[in-house]
């Protein structure tokens, strides 16, 4: 896929609502070669999706052996609204709490009381993160409006064949 291509898929108003979103659902190859798919926070920032973890995470092993991932984000109503995104993810060990860390998760119904809580919390606990840097190689929207899934559409036109046949 083209960078335009993924740029124009990306700069959607559906995409951008769901690049505003809290959560992602990153997908990887695990070390024991099976497949994981786990949700984690993340923000966008204009073209790289950052997400964020402890230094001990099971998943940077894997990813480390195996950069290649999918990220899905979506809706929760009908007809949900998908974004698609692949890529290779970079990992970044940062000192202290990156900032994106502390961005991504501000959005959470917190008062300002237990926003501070939190954020002391997280100050205590890690030395450092990993920044999970993802730059999209590949990108689908799926509004069920003006896009569906591949099969789908590929459905509709074999339909449409066979009734103008």
Known sequence: MRPTEITDILNRPISQELLA?????LAYIAKDGT???????????????????????????????NPMVAL?????VHPPKILLIRGRAELDVVDGIPDEYLQMNGS??????QRV???????SLYDGMVRIVVT??????????????????????????????
């Open 136 to 165: 999209p190689t590949w990108a689908k929207l799926i509004d069920f409006e003006t896009t569906l899934p591949t099969a789908v559409e590929e459905l509709i036109r074999q339909r449409a064949e066979r009734q103008h046949a």
């Open 72 to 76: 899905t984000i979506d809706t929760e």
């Open 35 to 65: 497949p994981r798919s786990i949700p984690i926070a993340f923000t966008w920032n204009g073209a790289e999706i950052i997400l964020c973890t402890s230094k001990n995470a099971p998943k940077l092993p894997a990813l480390r052996n």
């Open 21 to 25: 979103r809290d959560l992602t659902r």
């Open 117 to 123: 809580e939190w954020e002391a919390e997280v100050r």
């Open 108 to 113: 959470y119904q917190m008062t300002p009381e």
